[in-house]
Nanobody, 122 residues
Framework: QVQLVESGGGLVQAGGSLRLSCAAS????????MGWFRQAPGKEREFVAV????????YYPDSVKGRFTISRDNAKNTVYLEMNSLKPEDTAVYYC???????????????WGQGTQVTVSS
């Protein structure tokens, strides 16, 4: 069992930056693949980024590639999502998720945080 708590969301102007954090606790959180997803009102949950257990591999969809960076610090059991050049369409609740194997679909992840709101104003 892994518990995940996100933080760092807020209101930012278009073109600005935010860094989200996800603190993991519980059973060996460092061995999990970690992902970030987002969900805007009326839309399905969308994949944003994923990082392997050792941080060596990452993957992003085209919508955020070059603007978002996922990283992790296993000594602190924390995963980060650095978001730059934010756009109004990035507005959503952002969720951290953990899984034992590589994946990019929400149904592939076993553990979820409660989410943090990111609002980008135009």
């Amino acid at each position: 069992q892994v518990q995940l708590v996100e933080s760092g969301g807020g209101l930012v102007q278009a073109g600005g930056s935010l860094r989200l954090s996800c603190a993991a606790s519980g059973r060996a959180p460092g061995v999990y693949v970690m992902g970030w997803f987002r969900q805007a009102p009326g839309k399905e949950r969308e994949f944003v980024a994923v990082v392997s257990w050792d941080g060596g591999n990452t993957y992003y969809p085209d919508s955020v590639k070059g603007r978002f960076t996922i990283s992790r610090d296993n000594a602190k059991n924390t995963v980060y999502l650095e978001m730059n050049s934010l756009k109004p369409e990035d507005t959503a609740v952002y969720y951290c998720a953990a899984n034992t194997v590589w994946g990019v679909e929400p149904h592939e992840f076993d553990y979820w945080g409660q989410g943090t709101q990111v609002t980008v104003s135009s």
